[in-house]
C-alpha cells in the first residue's frame, strides 16, 4: 500500500470515526432527554392526579407510596417515594417553562417518522437545531442538573442558570460552584433592570467590557486561605496552577497570553502580571494581583500598561485593551476620583479566596 492510499484511507476512517462519534453524543443526548421529559411528565400526572382528592395532602402521600410500590416491582430502581416526589416538584417549577404533554402525546406517530430518517439526516437535523435555538429542546441538560436547578426558587435566577450550563456545558460541579459563588447576583449588581431581565432569559450576553466584570471575583481554587499570609507572586502562581479554574471564573472568551509580560521604553522595564485576549471583546485584557488595599498609585501603573499595548502591542482591527486589578479591598470614591468620568478600559474588582457564606456575600455586596 503506497504512502497516498494509507493517508487517503486514514482520512475516510477519520470521517466515518466521526460520524459515529456524533451518532453515539446523539443517542446519549436522545436518552438522556427522553427521560428527562418522561420525569417531567410523570410528575404533571401525579400533580393531576392529586387535584382529584379530595383531602390532597393525605392522598398524595398514599398515592405515591402505592405508585412507588407498583412502578418498583415492574421497572425497578429509580421510582422511590423520594424521587416521585421529585418529579412531582419538578414539574410544578417548570410548567410555566415548559410543556411536553402534547409532544408525548404524539409520541406513537413521531416514532413511525423517525425510523424512516438515516442517521446523517437526523444527526444533521439535530445540529442545526442546536445551532439556532440550543434551548429548543425542551430539557436539555441531565437530570441531575435540573434536581439542582428546581432547588432554586427564583424563577429568573433559575432560568440564567439553565441557559449558562448549556451554553458553556458546566458539570454539575462546575454549576454548584458557579452558583454557590453567587454568579448570578454578581453579574446582576452591575445591570439596571433591564440588564437582570436579560440575564434570565438570554444568559450572559458580552456586548461591552462591563458585561465581563465580576465584583467580587471568587478564587477559592488557589487553596490560600482568607487569612494566610501570601505574596502577590503566591498569589499568581497559585492562579497559573489552576488556569482552567480561572480562566471560567473569568468567563466567556478569554485566552490566556502570558504572565509577568515585560514592558520596556528607554532604560525602564515593568512586568504585567497576567494578560489575556478576549476574543468575543477582540481586546487584551491585563490583570494585575494586588494582596493588599488599591492604591491611585496602582491605578496610574494600570493606565500606563493599558497605553503601551493599545500603542505598541494591538493590532488596528483589535479593539482597546482593557485593564483590570484585582485586590484584596478598595475605596470606590478613590477609584472614581482616580479615573476618568467616560472610562471603559481601567476597572477594580475585589477578590475572595474561600466562597463566601450567603449572608456574608450579601454583606460584601452591599458594603
Not at 453567587?182 to 456586548?207: F, N, P, T, W
Not at 497559585?238 to 520596556?264: C, D, P, Y
Request: proline share 2%; with cysteine; net charge negative.
Amino acid at each position: 500500500m503506497n504512502e497516498m492510499s494509507s493517508l487517503s484511507n486514514m482520512q475516510f476512517f477519520e470521517k466515518v470515526a466521526a460520524l459515529l462519534n456524533q451518532a453515539r453524543n446523539h443517542i446519549a443526548r436522545s436518552v438522556n432527554e427522553t427521560m428527562t421529559n418522561t420525569y417531567f411528565e410523570i410528575g404533571r400526572m401525579i400533580v393531576e392526579e392529586e387535584q382529584q382528592g379530595e383531602e390532597r395532602a393525605a392522598y398524595g402521600k398514599e398515592l405515591l407510596a402505592d405508585l412507588s410500590k407498583r412502578l418498583t416491582s415492574e421497572f425497578g430502581k429509580g421510582f422511590s417515594a423520594t424521587n416521585l416526589r421529585q418529579m412531582r416538584t419538578f414539574f410544578l417549577a417548570f410548567e410555566k417553562q415548559q410543556t411536553v404533554s402534547a409532544e408525548f402525546k404524539e409520541l406513537g406517530e413521531l416514532e413511525h417518522q423517525e425510523k424512516q430518517q438515516t442517521v446523517s439526516a437526523e444527526l444533521a437535523d439535530t445540529l442545526k437545531s442546536t445551532k439556532n435555538d440550543p434551548l429548543s429542546n425542551p430539557f436539555p441538560l441531565s437530570w441531575s442538573h435540573y434536581l439542582r436547578l428546581m432547588r432554586i426558587s427564583d424563577e429568573k435566577e433559575r432560568r440564567f442558570y439553565e441557559i449558562e450550563c448549556l451554553r458553556n456545558n458546566w458539570s454539575l460541579r462546575e454549576f454548584k460552584r458557579q452558583y454557590d459563588t453567587s454568579l448570578y447576583e454578581r453579574l446582576a449588581l452591575s445591570r439596571d433592570k433591564e440588564g437582570v431581565r436579560k440575564l434570565s432569559e438570554v444568559g450572559q450576553e458580552i456586548q461591552t467590557v462591563h458585561d465581563l466584570l465580576k465584583d467580587p471575583y471568587v478564587l477559592e481554587f488557589v487553596g490560600l486561605p482568607e487569612k494566610e499570609r501570601y505574596s502577590e507572586l503566591d498569589l499568581e502562581s497559585a492562579i497559573i496552577e489552576k488556569l482552567e479554574h480561572f480562566l471560567l471564573e473569568l468567563g466567556q472568551g478569554f485566552t490566556f497570553v502570558g504572565r509577568q509580560e515585560r514592558i520596556s521604553f528607554d532604560d525602564k522595564h515593568f512586568w504585567v502580571d497576567l494578560v489575556f485576549f478576549n476574543r468575543i471583546l477582540q481586546s487584551f485584557v491585563l490583570i494585575d494581583l494586588k494582596i493588599g488595599e488599591l492604591s491611585h498609585q496602582d491605578l496610574g501603573q494600570m493606565q500606563m500598561y493599558v497605553n503601551f499595548y493599545d500603542r505598541h502591542v494591538r493590532l488596528a482591527h483589535e479593539h482597546k485593551t482593557v485593564g483590570i486589578i484585582l485586590c484584596k479591598e478598595k475605596n470606590e470614591t478613590l477609584v472614581k476620583i482616580s479615573l476618568p468620568e467616560d472610562n471603559d478600559q481601567i476597572f477594580a474588582s475585589r477578590y475572595k479566596t474561600v466562597i463566601p457564606s450567603k449572608e456574608q456575600f450579601k454583606a460584601l455586596l452591599d458594603g
